[in-house]
């Protein structure tokens, strides 16, 4: 069965600095996609950034990258050049792709990101 | 273009009382479904579908039931309403499989 883990409950980094948030994932299968989602206080999931299991690059999304190792099955999410707006809920997820569970977005239970000045 | 559209924003139960939430999207994705968010735990799933006529349980199906008659369509029924069923509700679509899902703003539902 697909598993996240998001072991951060909290993180604070000062404005303009770079952050890493933590996630493992658990899969038997060889075709996955790793997404990250964002919550802010007013309660919206955004869609920030995506990787298949397959991309041979790390992705990136403007300020976002993601850290992709394979082999660790690892999954961290980078913010560079943090801003006040990024203090919010991170979500990471996870979709296997065969086609018995590709409708499941498997989610950890989030780290709380707060950005200061 | 307004993606998923959830109704309603708020609501509040008794306990044994049923209702629907309604979930609407106008993309023509084909993959639905819909995700309680409790504190601490994350998002899980209720049930989704692949298609219009096609659902399947997900991890926490039990005391909701779901249709999907067409594509845009995938409404969230509870049966007979819960405390434990307090919750934040989030419907989903996705265009394919390797795609990532637009989320609905939600549903905060209070049963008392």
């Known amino acids: 069965a697909q598993k996240i883990t998001q072991t951060q409950p909290g993180m604070f980094v000062q404005e303009k600095e770079a952050v890493t948030l933590d996630c493992t994932y658990d899969t038997s299968d060889q075709s996955y996609g790793l997404f990250w989602y964002k919550q802010p206080s007013s309660g919206e999931m955004i869609f920030l950034i995506y990787?298949?299991?397959?991309?041979?690059q790390n992705a990136t999304e403007g300020r976002y990258s993601l850290n992709f190792q394979k082999a660790r099955k690892s999954a961290n999410l980078v913010i560079s050049a943090s801003q006040l707006g990024d203090s919010a809920m991170y979500f990471c997820a996870m979709r296997e792709l065969n086609t018995g569970t590709a409708s499941k977005l498997t989610f950890g239970t989030g780290t709380r990101l707060q950005v200061t000045l | 273009n307004a993606g998923v559209t959830q109704t309603p924003k708020f609501q509040v139960l008794k306990t044994g009382q049923s209702m629907t939430l309604q979930c609407a999207q106008d993309?023509?994705?084909?993959?639905m479904s819909w995700y309680r968010q409790d504190p601490g735990m994350g998002l899980r799933l209720i049930h989704y579908s692949v298609g219009a006529g096609i659902t399947d349980q997900g991890e926490v199906p039990n005391g909701y039931n779901v249709s999907r008659s067409t594509t845009e369509d995938f409404p969230l029924r509870l049966l007979s309403a819960a405390p434990s069923q307090t919750s934040v509700y989030f419907c989903a679509s996705s265009y394919s499989i390797g795609g990532g899902y637009t989320f609905g703003s939600g549903t905060r539902l209070t049963v008392v």
């Open positions: 993309m023509n994705h084909e993959y």
């Open positions: 990787q298949g299991s397959y991309d041979e």
